[in-house]
Every structure is written in structure tokens, then in C-alpha cells.
């Protein structure tokens, strides 16, 4: 296991995000609690508000191939497709060229 987190490699703040995301799950599934404090996934990388959701709906998001999870309100108009709105939380796919595509999940 490294913990290393180079910051001259961070490519773009969903994906940087959604690695910590996996390690706070990793974390937290150890400790067995049901729900998660994550870190919003949206576009601004100087966001890390706290977002709360359990283990069934975080796992959901994570099947949907190309998704992310943002608090409400952290959505862009612009380069985010609204997938569904979850329990404060909203699920959204970025618009095609709006990003560079994460490795396809
Ligand atoms: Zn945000």
C-alpha cells in the first residue's frame, strides 16, 4: 500500500477526489458504520465540503460508470448532466468534452 499523493501529478480534482473518497470508504467499511462523511465530488477543486451518504448509496454511484456525487447546488449547468438527485446529494455525469473521461470504470 502506498500513501503517497504526489501533487504535481493531479490531473483533475473529480479524480483526485473520488481517491479520497476510496480510501474514506475503505476506512470507514472497516470501522462497519453505515453511513459515510465523504468530500463533494463537483469541478471546484478548492471544494471539500462534507457530504454525508450511507454505504448503499455511495456504492451506487460508484457502479454508474462515468458518474459522480456533489453536494446539490454543486452541479454545473454547463458541464454536468444531472443523473438523479439522491438524499443531499446530487448525481451527475459530465457533459462529453466537458472532461477528460476517467478510464471508461
Ligand atoms: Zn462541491
Do not use: F, K
Not at 454547463?78 to 446530487?90: I, S, T
Amino acid at each position: 500500500m502506498t500513501d503517497s499523493m504526489a501533487p504535481a501529478i493531479v490531473s483533475s480534482a473529480p479524480q483526485l477526489l473520488r481517491e479520497v473518497n476510496d480510501r474514506i470508504r475503505d476506512v470507514e467499511r472497516a470501522r462497519a458504520i453505515a453511513e459515510y462523511d465523504l468530500v463533494c465530488e463537483c469541478g471546484d477543486e478548492t471544494c471539500t465540503s462534507p457530504m454525508r451518504m450511507t454505504a448503499a448509496q455511495y456504492d451506487e454511484v460508484r457502479g454508474e460508470p462515468g458518474t459522480y456525487a456533489v453536494l446539490p447546488g454543486h452541479e454545473s449547468a454547463e458541464d454536468d448532466v444531472v443523473v438523479r438527485h439522491g438524499d443531499g446529494y446530487v448525481v451527475v455525469r459530465p457533459r462529453a468534452g466537458a472532461m477528460l473521461s476517467l478510464n471508461g470504470g
